[in-house]
């Protein structure tokens, strides 16, 4: 994909690559009604707490925000978005669970 006449990865900075990443992400998604949709209705997105040199915590609930959106409608109720992060604070009408235990690899 392009941006302009760049491919995205080199013409877009941190926050907007992390934004262009999850419009895909969301588009995929909003697909997965159509009965001629080979999408299979689940997103799995694992938001790094550092995106390209940048603090994300501070723009999570921005970017999970529309997916929560689009969830919540009737025709989606079969979807299914798994998304980890580091904060997600103060978000409505989402299942969450705050994991507390360090795995290392």
């Known amino acids: 994909m392009r941006v ?5 990865n080199s013409a877009l900075g941190g926050t907007d ?15 997965s009604d159509g009965a001629t949709s080979h999408y299979p209705g ?5 938001v790094p707490g550092e995106f390209s040199g940048e603090a994300v915590e ?3 609930n921005f970017i999970v925000q ?4 689009l969830l919540q ?5 079969g979807a299914q978005l798994i998304m980890t992060g580091a904060s997600f604070a103060g978000l409505t009408g989402v299942h969450s669970h705050r994991l507390t ?3 290392l690899a």
């Open 4 to 8: 302009g006449s760049k491919r995205w």
């Open 17 to 31: 690559t992390l934004y262009f990443l999850m419009a895909y992400h969301y588009g995929l998604l909003s697909l």
């Open 42 to 46: 689940l997103s799995i997105i694992d």
């Open 58 to 60: 501070d723009k999570e």
């Open 66 to 69: 529309p997916f929560i959106d």
């Open 73 to 77: 409608q009737e025709r989606f109720a």
């Open 101 to 103: 235990h360090v795995h």
